[in-house]
Every structure is written in C-alpha cells, then in structure tokens.
C-alpha cells in the first residue's frame, strides 16, 4: 500500500537533546512538507521541499533543521534551541500538479520533559 | 497575503442534525480549496476539494461549493453522526507560481452527541 510513514508515533526525550522524527513516502511525491500542531492554533508550516537537495524555510523554521537527500525522505530534526519542542508534527507529500492536494502522514507527538 | 477564515469551535450537535461550518477566504489569482478532516490522535485526511468557481465537492456526505462571488467555502452535511466528531480544517493553495503552499484556517472542533 501507498503512504506517508511516521516513525514513532510517540517521543519523548529530554531537555536540551536534539532529537530526529522520521517521514517516508512511497507515493512518488516530488513534494513534501513538516507541520507543526499546538492545541488551538491549527497547522504551522516548518519546512517544505519541492524536490530532491532543496528546501525551503516555512512560517517557523527557527530551531529546527531537515535534509531532502532522497525523493522518498525527508526527516526533520528538532534542535536544542527550539524553545518549545513539545507538539504534534505532521509530515505531508504532494505529488506534482496544479491541483494539489497534500496527503498527511499519522503524525509524532513528541513530549519534551 | 492569503488568508482562510472558519468559525470558531466547538461546535456542538446532536445526532442527525444538520451541519454547517463556515470558510471564507482572501487570495490572489484562482486558488483550489480543500477541507480536510482529523480525527484525536490522528494525521489530516482530505475530506473532500474544488478547484474552480462554482464546483461543488463531496465524500461522504459532506458537500462544499467553491463560491467566488462571496469568496466562500461552507462545509455542509444534511445528518451528522457521532462518528463525524472530528477537527475540520478548510485550506486554499495558489495556482499561481511554483509555490505550492497550502494556507490552512485554523480548524473547527465538532462534537456530535447521541
């Protein structure tokens, strides 16, 4: 089956660790794109890339970084200097088109203690 | 810049009640719209998307139509049940340019009752 992996669902590390959340796709997306999810303020756009060995910086890309070596992963690492780690990341994929829709992996909680 | 815009949550409904949840928005150019669904604990699913002026879209019971001369994007159902209890996002993207960000409302909590 088709889809978007995120591994694991749930994280937990400790303070001032950086830590790396895990997102495949076999869906053949040129495009894929990491959200990030607070209670009561929808969806924030982290980091996007529309091809392999590019991206580009979302609405809050401070304290987090990513790496685009491969058209099926695009990994997202959660730096010691994000102030407020803890939340819901989503990672989602597009495939190539004007109508585009994204399809959205299951997410990763990570907690931060 | 563009901009989505639903009603605030919770909403709260009973079984078989009719539901509305309003989108409008502010672009540039002639975006597609989309509402996505996401139940606890779970990703984003597209619900259902319209790409042009007065195209309707609909899954499952829900039905959305693309209104440009109120630049709006209701999402509706005629008999909600408790398993649509979920957080609905209506969502745009420009089909200008070689950006293909989608600018996301900030999600509309539905709690349906027996």
């Known amino acids: 089956d088709g889809g978007i992996t995120q591994s694991p669902k749930y994280l937990f590390r400790k303070e001032g660790q950086n830590v790396t959340l895990s997102c495949e796709q076999n869906?053949?997306?040129?495009?894929m794109y990491w959200y990030r999810q607070d209670p009561g303020q929808g969806l924030r756009l982290i980091y996007y890339?529309?091809?392999?060995?590019?991206?580009q910086k979302g609405d809050i890309a401070e304290g987090y970084s990513v790496s685009r070596e491969k058209k099926e992963s695009f990994p997202l690492t959660v730096t010691s200097a994000q102030k407020n780690p803890t939340a819901f990341y989503l990672c989602?994929?597009?495939?190539?088109?004007?109508?585009?829709?994204?399809?959205f992996g299951p997410g990763t909680r990570l907690t931060v203690l | 810049g563009d901009s989505v815009t639903q009603m605030e949550g919770p909403v709260t409904l009973s079984e078989e009640a009719f539901l509305t949840i309003n989108c409008t928005y502010t672009?540039?150019?002639?975006?597609?719209l989309f509402w996505y669904v996401q139940y606890p604990g779970e990703g984003l699913q597209l619900l259902l998307k319209a790409t042009k002026a007065d195209d309707k879209g609909s899954n499952k019971g829900f039905e959305a139509t693309y209104r440009k001369e109120t630049t709006s994007f209701h999402l509706e159902k005629g008999s909600v049940q408790v398993s649509d209890s979920a957080v609905y996002f209506c969502?745009?993207?420009?089909?200008?340019?070689?950006?293909?960000?989608?600018?996301w409302g900030l999600g509309t909590s539905l709690a349906v009752n027996p």
């Open positions: 672009a540039t150019g002639y975006p597609s």
């Open positions: 989602a994929s597009r495939p190539a088109g004007t109508y585009n829709e994204q399809f």
């Open positions: 890339s529309q091809i392999v060995n590019d991206f």
């Open positions: 869906l053949n997306h040129d495009a």
């Open positions: 969502a745009l993207t420009s089909n200008a340019g070689n950006n293909r960000k989608l600018i």
